[in-house]
């Protein structure tokens, strides 16, 4: 039994710091670099994409809006044209540095609001699906498990893995509390990582009124932007494997 | 007999257009593409992209410094792991779009500040040939005819091609009249085509001294950002033509 | 009698041209003079600053989202608290240059996606206005004739003058047809000025339909982004002025 | 007898965190804000006018070539005209800003390269003196004690404050030994207080000889970039209070 682990990585921009990707990078599986649109300056993603190679962390792109100042945060009415291009170009500037550091783009997971808006927003996703296709149609693509997205990208042809939230709350149809709610995001490391088991073995996560719901993920997202969050990972990862679930890449 | 013809291709940002790229790529061989840095927008880029695949123009990545408001032209003391990640970074990108396109990159070209920097610059030199070395040393550089950078790439592995500027003066040692000396930029469409007919056939160029100069050059750099540089670039390549030179990339 | 013209200006980029400042000074009253975050770098700016201070004409800071590559076309969904800082930050970086040139900031009209957005939207509409109000409670704001905004302004205490375009079509509602839908933009300039005319003596227009819709304007927006541009502004102003129609700014 | 302390604040960008605000405005009696160009976003730079308004800190427009990706420590060849417009528009979005919230910008702080630039390029310094004294003259020009600039500026008219740095050695020319050699940065929080002290109250530091040479300052810049950093300024202060040397804003 295995499951992946991956994180948001390479979020540094020239003199500001983001994240502890040194500490990231030896409990992941799989490491989404920021392309440089909402977050990463090339030398940076560089260092991440090599200490990536070192480490055997598979390296998916992290595409996003162009929005540094929300960090991608932000929905936008991109133009079909221009969205498509946008995720060409920042795949093919990941996989220029990737091939650099010595490994390759296996993956594609798109950022915050874009992320969030192509889960269910038909035209959006459509664009990434394409670009996804026009530039490799063997790049996987990461979705939110149970969202719209996972179908329409297997219908296009693409390979999708489903990701989990380790500190999220499910609603009982299995769908992410929203942010705004009371309860939304878990801080107890122990009990994230005992519910990430669960999921692992189970395929069920107990849901936020205390039903248990089917979540089918191949993935888990853990974060790394903070003491406490990687403090959460790295109990997430040993939880997984004192059980016996390796934590390995989707993409070999 | 033949010679290539180059132009700065896919400059256009968003809302604002610059140039005339359809009008060059019925004349140009050779096509130095933006990547974002100084100039051009994804989408833009692709567009361009796709027109010089349909055209059978040759394409080559227009690296620059990060600097959209100087258009790439205001020097930059970029430190070296931040201007070797930023080459490979365009690089790849352009790579990305153009396989979308249905073409791929060639060779390489700096733009504007960093073209002229690196031509005498040897730390700026060395890390612009290390990140082509990095992602594909079997890309061409084009520098500037007679420049220290020509035999510092070479030395280093990669494949020059040395460029003339069509519209531009020469001192009596072969180098470029400095464009804030008088008489450095040539305005005479038929002059400036009948000069490069001779720099194709006898490799000189006649000095702004009135002498001959040895000018080893196997691509003409052309114009297109007015129409009369659009007129003056169709001018030099009809009189190459009917003088029976060939033009033709230097990229198969 | 009398109405304003408006046109936006100051919307070049560095190397990049756009519209034709001069023309337009010599034709409007107001120039709505882009801040920097969808058009206009500090020095072109600057430049157009004070070729309106030499011209007489009104300025306007005509502040966007932060959008050089969608050129503020874009929706975005930008956080309160950012919205309001944004448009301060814009407000008085124009200011500063407007001050330098010799004149000063009289009115704010929102730009593109912006401006479209607060029309209808109560959350922006309500961070503009007290961005407006925080900075300057003095200063007109432009806003789109018989959008819920004139009112959310005026009851917030601010002098709003609405505007009419020149080259649109309006239901018979009294609203814009959008730009989708046939017919909702006009071309023909004698018949665009005959409507103007009407509209500022009769405070009517015809509508798509053919009937008369009543649309209470202080300005009339008029484009400079082409030459047709151009000249249908001249026409406007030359048939306002023929038929005793003075054009003055609303900010004296 | 008295001094200033000065430091570099709201240089957080969006999702990225820089410093501690916080900490330093119970330090410093003048804060260097960023304007946007080498950090520093609308939302940000307005929460840091109000801490510092309501901590009765002195603000100056700390501002820089347009680099966010370089923190505008590199150094830029910026033609006359875009330099001095891009000063006036960092003034003045800083003056939006302290306005709202309830200060207003009383000096000028050049950033990084352009502060190392200008304190001897005649050019550059003079493009940075020009914009000031367009947009206010009798704001206060924040320079390195001892350079040319200090001189340059007064002539032109402007108020200028000299600065030392507590952290940095001196030659026995009084000027700062540069950070490439070693040596050049100080460490030690209580050596470092007491060389403050030291120029508070002769005029005098030990330069890294062990002579002692002249500097003249009316202020200090501490920096707040760590927890070392925030602790060494502290103890900067600490020790001048506890001496009789009140820590007072230059800007009245």
Same mark, same amino acid.
């Given at each position: ?37 909402? &977050?990463? @300056?090339?030398?940076?993603? !560089?260092?991440? /994409?090599?200490? #990536?190679?070192?480490?055997?962390? *598979?390296?998916? %792109? ?71 296709? &026009?530039? @490799?149609?063997?790049?996987? !693509?990461?979705? /939110?498990?149970? #969202?719209?997205?996972?179908?329409? *990208?297997?219908? %296009? ?71 406490? &969050? ?20 989707? %993409?070999?």
């Amino acid at each position: 039994m295995r499951i992946d682990l991956n994180s948001d990585l390479g979020e540094s921009l020239g003199a500001w710091t983001m994240g502890d990707d040194a500490a990231m990078l030896s409990i992941v599986s799989s490491a989404n670099v920021a392309c440089g649109f909402h &977050a990463g @300056d090339a030398a940076g993603i !560089l260092q991440t /994409l090599r200490a #990536a190679a070192a480490r055997g962390v *598979a390296v998916g %792109a992290h595409v996003a809006y162009p929005d540094l100042a929300g960090f991608g945060r932000r929905n936008m009415d991109v133009a079909s044209a221009d969205l498509q291009a946008d995720v060409i170009y920042q795949i093919g500037a990941l996989q220029g540095l990737a091939k650099v550091a010595g490994t390759r783009v296996r993956y594609v997971k798109p950022h915050g609001a874009l992320y969030n808006t192509i889960a269910h927003d038909r035209p959006q996703a459509g664009d990434v699906i394409a670009a996804i296709r &026009a530039i @490799d149609p063997t790049l996987v !693509l990461v979705a /939110l498990a149970g #969202a719209p997205l996972v179908n329409w *990208a297997r219908e %296009a042809g693409l390979t999708v893995v489903s990701e989990a939230f380790a500190d999220r709350a499910y609603t009982p149809e299995g769908t992410l509390v929203s942010r705004r709610e009371k309860g939304a995001v878990l801080h107890d490391a122990q009990a994230v990582a005992a519910r990430m088991l669960r999921l692992a073995r189970e395929g069920v996560v107990e849901a936020i009124d205390g039903s248990s719901v089917r979540v089918q993920a191949d993935s888990i997202c853990v974060h790394g932007d903070s003491p406490g &969050a990687v403090a959460m990972a790295r109990e997430v990862r040993a939880v997984l494997e004192q059980a016996g679930v390796a934590v390995q890449a989707f %993409a070999a």
